[in-house]
């Protein structure tokens, strides 16, 4: 761990502007699983919000990777409430009885006026034993993550709204509207698009710059049908998991709807479930003469299985109507301050990368900067790495949703996209199982540090060099299909071939057969998997499971346990 920095408190001169270590713009998750970490240190936080809690927030959608994140933050820093939004029960029974359960990705493809086909239906269900993803209720699990920075020493301001940010040589300050004046030694913003930071130093990127193009709006409803209910298929065609008990994309050419139930786990009393449509603003401008609802409802109707589904749906709370959602920032971080998590940068709700994205840069940023505090030292040079990071998250989130929207009108190439993102599930769990797991047998902090040290940081798998080349044959691929270069079906058959033969693509998981719709390994699958993994699979994976690291270093069997692969 960084030195510890227990008991400093800079506390202001008489007359002075009150004082803090750091001060952070925005208390959703990022900024107060930021301000419990570094309070529990001993540094004096300053939580500074417009808002206030309880309040409403959307990316409700967890992933087996944003668990082993948040636990690993709990463990390292010491903050076991961030453990408690791992597992369904925890979120029940710790947080509040609000929150869904969340067993799978669902995937079904619409044509306008048709039936779906049940032989496009995908499913993935990543393996774990002891890990299970939820949908969370944010205004409840934001707001307990918000009391707990406080219950470690975080002071707090909401309903605070910044008017203006001075970042100079030894210090900096937060100005609100009435005149207010705080100074502090560093800036987090982790406020989101409306960064006063990015705004004061002009940061974000020509928007031409992102591939991806989509605008959203969203809610919350009552009422709305289980997928299960609303598809005319036998059960020949159901999958493993009920599509009810996990995240559901209906997708459709350019677009898709999300359905993230908080009512689908035992236990929960509450009845609404999150609902939204992201879509292309290209191939769908924003109407200025009908309400959000009237459009979602409007377009739902083209889509039979879709209009059966919130048919009887209430809507509960005002609708958001966004126009293009993508932006990205120049640059992240500078001498004493950093933009973090969504204030940095946003690309699309798709595949449910927002808070894992949170618990990387914040697991990357905290150590630097306690040691940082230490040592009164804010080189821009020693945050190198955070900036890295969150341009890749940014960079490969963007291409491989636009290649996702791409795909969407062929369920071929939608197939292979598809399969590319399954591709990187697996690795990187177990990858980020072994580095932890080495940290927790040694207590050496240095080993997560190692972690970082990987070529192409933010790509879903880091340091995998075969990875990275199947990664840019499918944006290379989608590509030419958006540039009207080859038809859409062609080029899906191609990359499923690629797909089907590129080394890194784990053997028995049914990821190389287009015809396996729904990705659900068994125990016997995974011994399977990891036997050829250890002796035929690629060197630069072979390290999952054959107990050595990348580093040569020996490693243990309990992260294989938990996902539930033999050792």
Same mark, same amino acid.
């Given at each position: 761990?960084?030195?510890?920095?227990?008991? &400093?408190?800079?506390?202001?001169?008489?007359?002075?502007?009150?004082?803090?270590?750091?001060?952070?713009?925005? =208390?959703?998750?990022?900024?107060?699983?930021?301000?419990?970490?570094?309070?529990?240190?001993?540094?004096?936080?300053?939580l500074?919000?417009?808002?206030?809690?309880?309040?409403f927030?959307?990316?409700?959608?967890?992933?087996?990777y944003?668990?082993?994140?948040?636990?690993?933050?709990?463990r390292?820093?010491?903050?076991?409430?961030?453990?408690?939004?791992?597992?369904y029960?925890?979120?029940?029974?710790?947080?509040?009885?609000?929150?869904?359960?969340?067993?799978?990705?669902?995937?079904?493809?619409?044509?306008?006026?048709?039936?779906?086909?049940?032989?496009?239906?995908?499913?993935?269900?990543?393996?774990?034993?002891?890990?299970?993803? =939820?949908?969370?209720?944010?205004?409840?699990?934001?707001?307990?993550?918000?009391?707990?920075?406080? +219950?470690?020493?975080?002071?707090?301001?909401?309903?605070?709204?910044?008017?203006d940010?001075?970042?100079?040589?030894?210090?900096?300050?937060?100005?609100?509207?009435?005149?207010?004046?705080?100074?502090?030694? &560093?800036?987090v913003?982790? =406020?989101?698009?409306?960064?006063?930071?990015?705004?004061?130093?002009?940061?974000?990127?020509?928007?031409?710059?992102?591939?991806?193009?989509?605008?959203?709006?969203?809610?919350?409803?009552?009422?709305?049908?289980?997928?299960?209910?609303?598809?005319?298929?036998?059960?020949?065609?159901?999958?493993?998991?009920?599509?009810?008990?996990?995240?559901?994309?209906?997708?459709?050419?350019?677009?898709?709807?999300?359905?993230?139930?908080?009512?689908?786990?035992?236990?929960?009393?509450?009845?609404?479930?999150?609902?939204? !449509?992201?879509?292309?603003?290209?191939? &769908?401008?924003?109407?200025?003469?009908?309400?959000?609802?009237?459009?979602?409802?409007?377009? $739902?109707?083209?889509?039979?299985?879709?209009?059966r !589904?919130?048919?009887?749906?209430?809507?509960?709370?005002?609708?958001?109507?966004?126009?293009?959602?993508?932006?990205?920032?120049?640059?992240t971080?500078?001498?004493?301050?950093?933009?973090?998590?969504?204030? $940095?940068?946003?690309?699309?709700?798709?595949?449910?990368?927002?808070?894992?994205?949170?618990?990387?840069?914040?697991?990357?940023? $905290?150590?630097?900067?306690?040691?940082?505090?230490?040592?009164?030292?804010?080189d821009?040079?020693?945050?190198?790495?955070?900036?890295?990071?969150?341009?890749?998250?940014?960079?490969?989130?963007?291409?491989?949703?636009?290649?996702?929207?791409?795909?969407?009108?062929?369920?071929?190439?939608?197939n292979?996209?598809?399969?590319?993102?399954?591709?990187?599930?697996?690795?990187?769990?177990?990858?980020?199982?072994?580095?932890?797991?080495?940290?927790?047998?040694?207590?050496?902090?240095?080993?997560?540090?190692?972690?970082?040290?990987?070529?192409?940081?933010?790509?879903?798998?880091?340091?995998?060099?075969?990875?990275?080349?199947?990664?840019?044959?499918?944006?290379?691929?989608?590509?030419?299909?958006? +540039?009207g270069?080859?038809?859409?079906?062609?080029?899906?058959?191609?990359?499923?071939?690629?797909?089907?033969?590129?080394?890194?693509?784990?053997?028995?998981?049914?990821?190389?057969?287009?015809?396996?719709?729904?990705? &659900?390994?068994?125990?016997?699958?995974?011994?399977?998997? $990891?036997?050829?993994?250890?002796?035929?699979?690629?060197?630069?994976?072979?390290?999952?499971?054959?107990?050595?690291?990348?580093?040569?270093?020996?490693?243990?069997?309990?992260?294989?346990?938990?996902?539930?692969?033999?050792?």
């Amino acid at each position: 761990m960084p030195k510890n920095l227990s008991g &400093y408190r800079a506390g202001p001169k008489p007359g002075t502007p009150p004082r803090h270590d750091v001060i952070i713009l925005g =208390s959703g998750i990022a900024g107060s699983a930021l301000g419990a970490i570094l309070a529990k240190q001993g540094v004096s936080v300053l939580l500074l919000d417009g808002g206030t809690h309880p309040r409403f927030a959307v990316g409700e959608s967890t992933t087996l990777y944003t668990l082993k994140m948040f636990r690993l933050l709990a463990r390292r820093y010491g903050i076991p409430e961030l453990e408690s939004l791992t597992s369904y029960e925890d979120c029940r029974d710790k947080i509040a009885p609000t929150s869904g359960t969340k067993r799978h990705f669902g995937f079904i493809r619409h044509e306008e006026g048709k039936e779906p086909d049940p032989a496009e239906f995908l499913q993935f269900s990543p393996p774990s034993k002891v890990l299970q993803t =939820s949908h969370l209720f944010r205004q409840d699990t934001d707001a307990y993550l918000f009391h707990t920075a406080i +219950r470690y020493g975080c002071d707090v301001q909401q309903a605070f709204h910044v008017e203006d940010v001075e970042l100079a040589e030894d210090h900096v300050a937060v100005v609100g509207k009435g005149g207010e004046r705080h100074e502090g030694r &560093y800036l987090v913003d982790a =406020s989101g698009f409306r960064s006063p930071v990015a705004r004061q130093l002009a940061l974000r990127r020509p928007p031409e710059e992102i591939k991806h193009h989509s605008r959203s709006l969203f809610t919350h409803m009552m009422g709305v049908r289980p997928t299960d209910e609303c598809l005319r298929v036998g059960p020949e065609d159901a999958p493993p998991i009920p599509w009810v008990e996990g995240t559901m994309h209906h997708i459709f050419e350019r677009g898709w709807f999300w359905s993230i139930p908080f009512n689908n786990g035992p236990g929960s009393k509450n009845p609404l479930v999150s609902v939204g !449509l992201t879509l292309d603003e290209r191939r &769908y401008p924003k109407p200025d003469d009908i309400s959000p609802e009237e459009e979602f409802r409007s377009l $739902a109707e083209r889509f039979p299985a879709v209009r059966r !589904l919130f048919a009887d749906a209430r809507t509960v709370r005002p609708w958001v109507s966004a126009d293009r959602i993508q932006y990205a920032s120049g640059k992240t971080v500078g001498h004493r301050w950093c933009l973090m998590s969504h204030a $940095a940068g946003f690309i699309d709700p798709l595949y449910s990368r927002g808070l894992t994205n949170t618990g990387e840069v914040v697991n990357s940023l $905290a150590w630097r900067l306690l040691e940082a505090l230490a040592e009164d030292d804010f080189d821009e040079e020693r945050f190198r790495y955070v900036d890295e990071l969150q341009q890749g998250l940014i960079r490969y989130n963007d291409e491989l949703v636009n290649c996702s929207f791409i795909s969407f009108s062929d369920h071929a190439l939608w197939n292979a996209v598809y399969r590319v993102w399954c591709a990187a599930e697996v690795p990187i769990n177990l990858r980020f199982d072994r580095f932890t797991e080495r940290f927790m047998d040694s207590g050496d902090d240095g080993v997560l540090r190692v972690m970082e040290e990987a070529a192409h940081p933010g790509l879903p798998v880091p340091g995998s060099h075969g990875y990275k080349e199947l990664f840019d044959e499918m944006v290379r691929v989608c590509e030419a299909v958006d +540039r009207g270069e080859r038809t859409a079906a062609d080029a899906g058959a191609e990359l499923l071939t690629t797909v089907a033969k590129a080394p890194v693509v784990l053997d028995h998981l049914g990821l190389r057969d287009p015809a396996c719709r729904f990705i &659900y390994p068994k125990p016997d699958d995974l011994r399977q998997m $990891a036997h050829w993994l250890r002796h035929e699979g690629p060197d630069e994976l072979r390290y999952l499971t054959t107990g050595v690291d990348v580093h040569g270093v020996p490693l243990t069997a309990a992260a294989d346990e938990e996902m539930a692969v033999p050792h």
